[in-house]
């Protein structure tokens, strides 16, 4: 998404204005959220945005909150529950990186005390490293769902115009690319 356009585009769209408005480019450091977030951006991997923004609220109650010891959880019987859940994408990668990335952020709870703690410990970076780590830590990601995701929690600047009035409310929460900027583009 970043800054071609998306600010004008989700103005009044049923689902992508509340997105843009309350949601994209917002600080975000709840584990579930987080993970959520993630996993959503994975599931959009070749589709629009748009379907996954129709699909968010079964993808949150196919994957339980986006509970991440749930998930982690999952053996094949939930895998087969998924893959034949037509709410959700059902994609056996994604399913499995669902499952692999609840894995990772288990282990980060170890190494960083949590999500949010392993993200802040490796900002600022460019976004080039950003995709290294990513792409060593988790399941399916690539520089477009790193950068997206990246950008939709407030650590990559460019989710909305200057001149957007949500740009402002974001900036008075110090979102982490304010603080210790990088650029989407680094």
Not at 55 to 71: H, L
Not at 81 to 92: E, F
Not at 111 to 116: C, K, L, P, V, Y
Request: overall charge neutral; charged content about 25%.
């Amino acid at each position: 998404m970043g800054l071609g356009g998306y600010c004008e585009a989700a103005d009044g769209h049923p689902y992508h204005g509340p997105y843009h408005d309350h949601e994209y480019g917002f600080p975000l450091t709840d584990e579930s959220e987080l993970f959520g977030r993630l996993m959503l951006e994975v599931n959009q991997a070749g589709l629009s945005w748009l379907t996954i923004l129709k699909k968010q609220e079964t993808f949150r109650s196919a994957y339980e909150g986006w509970n991440v010891d749930r998930v982690a959880a999952y053996g094949e019987d939930d895998r087969a529950r998924l893959l034949a859940d037509r709410g959700i994408i059902r994609n056996r990668l994604k399913v499995n990186a669902a499952i692999e990335n609840a894995r990772a952020i288990q282990r980060m709870r170890e190494s960083h005390g949590s999500f949010a703690a392993w993200l802040a410990a490796h900002h600022p970076q460019p976004k080039a490293e950003w995709v290294k780590l990513f792409k060593k830590t988790f399941r399916f990601t690539g520089g477009e769902i790193t950068g997206e995701f990246l950008m939709s929690i407030g650590y990559l600047s460019g989710a909305h115009q200057p001149d957007c009035i949500v740009y402002g409310r974001i900036g008075k929460l110090s979102p982490p690319w304010m603080s210790r900027p990088t650029t989407a583009g680094q």
